[in-house]
């Protein structure tokens, strides 16, 4: 379902500990005029806090302008301010961006932070395991330090073999949508494989999962593909008929849902 309205007031028809998760980013710093979108940052903390359940998750994408010379350090703020509204912060992870325009006055800036509040113990975290293992296919052993620093190799796992992939890492190297074409109208969504990976990391089939700045609708289109029940909200007419339109396009089939 997607909704046009404030996201605030429309945050507050929804029932409290009704959201399993929520996947969304907000404007950084006022960098970009989202269809006259304003953004009351404490309103939107404090109702996210309300409505999601217990052991819902919050994924954050943000990042910082650079004003004067200095990066703002907002994104920082509004992670200590979550934790104030009782969230605790389970992870800072990094979104990676592998393609990057240059701006030659520093380093290259080539990620964002995603944070990841819980509502208390996380409920749900299917793991992602893509990441090459070196030692793949070698038994497995417990291994500890000695009181010189030296590694201590103990008894193996029931000669368990070291598996090809292993868990990936909290940072996520993701090619953005640089591209006309793959923006769909929006000046800056985010990729569909981040917002596909985070809704399986962090909820099931059948779960409700929200973006509450859903812009062209990427949160609610791969959560759809991916069998969860989903709500997107806009202020923006335009953005929603572009979500409505990509919606669509995903078709049901008896394995699921896939790109019609």
Known sequence: ??????????????????????????????????????????????????????????????????????????????????????????????????????????????????????????????????????????????SYRDKDGKVKKTSSFNKTKIAELGLRTNIWNITPCLSFKNRNGHPAPFPEQLAEDHIKSWSNEGDLVLDIMCGSGTTCKMAKQLNRKFIGIDISEEYCKIANARLSQCVLTSKGVKNG
């Open 1 to 142: 379902m997607i909704i046009q309205g404030d996201c605030v007031e429309e945050m507050k028809k929804l029932e409290n500990n009704s959201i399993d998760l929520v996947v969304t980013s907000p404007p950084y710093d006022n960098l970009r005029d989202y269809e006259g979108y304003t953004f009351p940052f404490e309103d939107i903390s404090k109702e996210l806090f309300r409505i999601i359940k217990d052991g819902g998750i919050v994924v954050w994408i943000v990042n910082d302008a650079t004003i004067n010379g200095s990066e703002t350090g907002t994104s920082f703020k509004q992670a200590l301010y979550f934790m104030d509204c009782g969230f605790s912060l389970h992870d800072t992870m990094i979104w990676a961006k592998t393609k990057m325009p240059q701006n030659h006055k520093r380093y290259e800036q080539g990620f964002e932070y995603m944070f990841v509040f819980s509502k208390g113990k996380p409920k749900t975290f299917n793991g992602i395991k893509d990441k090459p293992n070196i030692e793949a296919g070698a038994v497995a052993h417990a």
